[in-house]
């Protein structure tokens, strides 16, 4: 039905940049918020940013001035440019996409996560 493919993890030295990816396709008929979260080992997962249909974000405190979250509508894909990464950041990292999707001759509003990729930051 849907799939949503993330990409852009690894390892990185404090201070460093990341961009993740992740792509839904399928049977898309509309894409709603899409949201950056991340669990790091031992912690709950943390909702980190969020883009709106019509663009707008919100982040929280602990990134704000450091990463940016952007979309791209055409391409059913969200990224989150990371920049300054400091050790407290590592973590796996989901991204989340509320969508309907038209599927068997119905429509579906649902929510869809990534497989998750890991963010390691280590000097």
């Known amino acids: 039905q849907v799939q949503l493919v993330e990409s852009g993890g690894g390892l990185v030295q404090p201070g460093g940049s990341l961009r993740l990816s992740c792509a839904a396709s399928?049977?898309?008929?509309?894409?709603?918020?899409m949201d950056w979260y991340r669990q790091a080992p031992g912690k709950q997962r943390e909702l980190v940013a969020t883009?709106?249909?019509?663009?707008?974000?919100n982040y929280v405190d602990s990134v704000k001035g450091r990463f940016t979250i952007s979309r791209d509508n055409a391409k059913n894909t969200v990224y989150l440019q990371m920049n300054s990464l400091k050790p407290e950041d590592a973590a796996v990292y989901y991204c989340?996409?509320?969508?309907?999707?038209?599927?068997?001759?119905?429509?579906?509003?649902?929510?869809?996560w990534g497989q998750g990729t890991q963010v390691t930051v280590s000097s």
């Open positions: 883009i709106t249909s019509g663009g707008n974000t």
């Open positions: 989340h996409v509320g969508m309907t999707i038209y599927y068997s001759g119905k429509y579906r509003r649902d929510d869809y």
């Open positions: 399928g049977s898309i008929f509309r894409i709603y918020a």
